[in-house]
């Protein structure tokens, strides 16, 4: 198993641009998340999954869409990037009442 | 507003003493904590959660609903525990993290 998978590792991007972090999973979890780490504050909670076609907002929605057309797949959507949306990004899965499980992150720079 | 607090951004230890790590979080419901570990270059991994009482790598965490805390605790730090620990809430599925405690421990 190849656990939480996400692409690309590195992305810079420029002001207004779009683009898909993507992650899969293949260990058939219900529920899925992403995270920002910023020096700082933390893990931040941006949208989260519990199931195919249900997703929510976590503590900073604001400027990222996501869609969970398969148990899969979780891919996090930046509408127009901006600088302040320069992070670290880490999808995470969970089956049950079992601890998260992370991916590598996606580091994104946005100048 | 934030649910879980960790106090310390920065924690620095001697090779051999005790470590603690601060935990605090608020919610009115039954709390689902954990503690997790990022080594340098890592990624994010589960340390221990309140519900399994069990020792990790020596490390042990109490959850107290009274003082809504849950301290994780070693009693003699080693070089290898050197990263960032985050404690998490879950909180009706959204699971939230605290800002961090980066723990170095000094030979």
């Known amino acids: 198993n190849a656990g939480v998978t996400q692409t690309p590792k590195f992305q810079v991007l420029k002001t207004g641009q779009s683009m898909t972090l993507q992650c899969a999973q293949d260990m058939n979890h219900e529920y899925m998340s992403w995270y920002r780490q910023d020096p700082g504050m933390g893990l931040r909670l941006i949208h989260y999954s519990v199931g195919a076609g249900i997703t929510d907002q976590g503590e900073v929605p604001n400027g990222y869409n996501v869609s969970r057309s398969t148990t899969e797949d979780f891919p996090l959507r930046l509408l127009s990037a901006a600088p302040s949306q320069t992070s670290v990004y880490f999808c995470?899965?969970?089956?049950?009442?079992?601890?998260?499980?992370f991916g590598n992150g996606t580091r994104l720079t946005v100048t | 507003a934030q649910r879980v607090t960790q106090p310390e951004k920065l924690l620095s230890v001697f090779k051999g003493a005790p470590v603690e790590l601060k935990c605090n979080y608020s919610?009115?419901?039954?709390?689902?904590l954990f503690w997790y570990v990022q080594y340098s270059r890592q990624r994010l991994q589960l340390l221990l959660r309140h519900i399994s009482r069990e020792s990790i790598k020596g490390f042990t965490a109490d959850l107290n609903k009274g003082e809504t805390s849950f301290h994780l605790k070693k009693p003699f730090a080693q070089e290898e525990d050197s990263a960032m620990y985050y404690c998490?809430?879950?909180?009706?599925?959204?699971?939230?993290f605290g800002k961090g405690t980066r723990l170095h421990i000094l030979p």
């Open positions: 998490a809430l879950n909180r009706d599925d959204k699971i939230i």
């Open positions: 995470a899965s969970r089956a049950g009442y079992s601890p998260l499980h």
């Open positions: 919610y009115s419901g039954s709390p689902e």
